[in-house]
């Protein structure tokens, strides 16, 4: 899944640019750089692999992309692969780092590698610093403190995407989310990396969480030293700071629905269409059990609560996040109520 929306990332850049030049930074046995020349069109691949024993494999698999010399292999820490390519000024459209654990080593180094305007696929496998349950490692690793809740796997992404910013802000550049997909424990996102810091403090910031009433509330910074829940006037339990702007640039996805029904990669589409629908709602969702727990109910099926949210005047979608979860701009209780009206 992640590697088809990649793929379909880099066509539609070299449509928009003319070409695309793609650097695979942890491209293990070769399989995601075959596609990014074969399916993509990329006029130039980078397949850089950290162990030199798949030399043989990487080799035989990328046979005839090195036949036309639009590949080359090596055989490098990433780091050193994204330090050589600033030295040199040899910036890539779309960086691919697809690293095991988390990607806090790689997220200010893959940003010397990327041209403006191009895009970088972070990966981050670390789900339990993510979520909440090291958060002495999330405050290490992201300078961010994440605490456990029911929405903590869309936490972080955002927190994945926060920690790209900062770094991009350091530097005098932006990030803007293109895409952000949880998969089968997996944490991607692509960004695209934009000129001047596109900073802005409503975007980043804390989601705090009420264990006693299952609530959400943004928290802005000026606020920290009251958050409070509004409904029983409990502390909020805080996580952050991360990226609480949009998880997906809505545009963007509709062009990759097309590309992929065009490619006829239909069972992408139904992940797309939901995508679009949560994009920019909330940073956080309800699940099933919970609001079914809260409210003492047999609930009644995710897309009747939806429609029931629908005609009370609420948005709310799927999420890719959570087969069994709602993202909407209800709250909680207005939630639980809709749903007892089913």
Same mark, same amino acid.
């Given at each position: ?36 020349? *074969?399916?993509?069109? &990329?006029? @130039?691949?980078?397949?850089? $692999?950290?162990?030199? $024993? *798949? ?10 992309? /090195? ?35 988390? &990607?806090? %080593? ?12 191009? *895009? /970088?696929?972070? =990966? ?6 993510? =979520?909440? #349950?090291? %958060? ?16 903590? #796997?869309?936490?972080?992404?955002? *927190? ?10 350091? +530097?005098?550049?932006?990030?803007? %989310? ?39 509330? /943004? ?23 991360? @990226? ?33 629908? $949560?994009?920019?709602? %909330? ?17 009644? +099926? ?24 709602? +993202?909407?701009?209800?709250? /909680? ?10």
């Amino acid at each position: 899944m992640a590697r088809d929306l990649g793929v379909l990332s880099a066509a539609i850049y070299k449509s928009d640019k003319g070409s695309v030049r793609v650097l695979d930074a942890m491209s293990g046995c070769g399989v995601r750089s075959l596609r990014y020349w *074969l399916e993509s069109g &990329a006029d @130039w691949v980078w397949a850089n $692999e950290g162990n030199p $024993e *798949l030399r043989p494999i990487l080799n035989q698999n990328l046979a005839d992309a /090195i036949a036309t010399g639009q590949i080359q292999i090596t055989h490098q820490e990433a780091n050193r692969v994204f330090f050589d390519c600033y030295n040199r000024q040899d910036y890539y459209d779309l960086v691919d780092v697809d690293c095991f654990g988390n &990607a806090v %080593p790689y997220l200010s180094t893959s940003i010397w590698a990327t041209k403006i305007g191009g *895009l /970088i696929y972070l =990966t981050s496998t670390d789900g339990r610093t993510v =979520t909440g #349950h090291l %958060p002495e490692n999330s405050l290490r690793c992201y300078a961010a403190y994440a605490r456990v809740h029911p929405a903590a #796997h869309e936490q972080g992404l955002r *927190l994945l995407i926060g920690s790209a910013q900062q770094q991009a802000a350091t +530097k005098g550049l932006g990030i803007e %989310p293109v895409f952000s997909l949880y998969a089968g424990q997996t944490y991607r996102v692509m960004l695209r990396l934009v000129k001047g810091v596109s900073w802005k403090t409503q975007n980043y910031g804390f989601l705090g969480y009420c264990h006693h009433c299952g609530e959400y509330q /943004i928290v802005s910074w000026r606020k920290l030293g009251r958050a409070i829940c509004p409904h029983d006037s409990l502390p909020l339990t805080v996580t952050g700071p991360m @990226w609480l702007g949009n998880l997906h640039d809505n545009k963007y996805l509709e062009r990759l629905y097309s590309l992929a029904e065009d490619w006829h990669w239909l069972e992408r589409l139904e992940l797309l269409r939901v995508m679009v629908a $949560e994009a920019d709602l %909330p940073p956080y969702f309800y699940t099933l059990s919970e609001l079914g727990r809260r409210g003492k109910i047999d609930l009644p +099926k995710r897309s009747h609560l939806i429609q029931s949210l629908h005609d009370l005047g609420y948005r709310a979608s799927p999420t890719h996040i959570n087969a069994q979860a709602i +993202k909407t701009d209800a709250d /909680i209780n207005t939630c639980i109520a809709a749903a007892r009206q089913r």
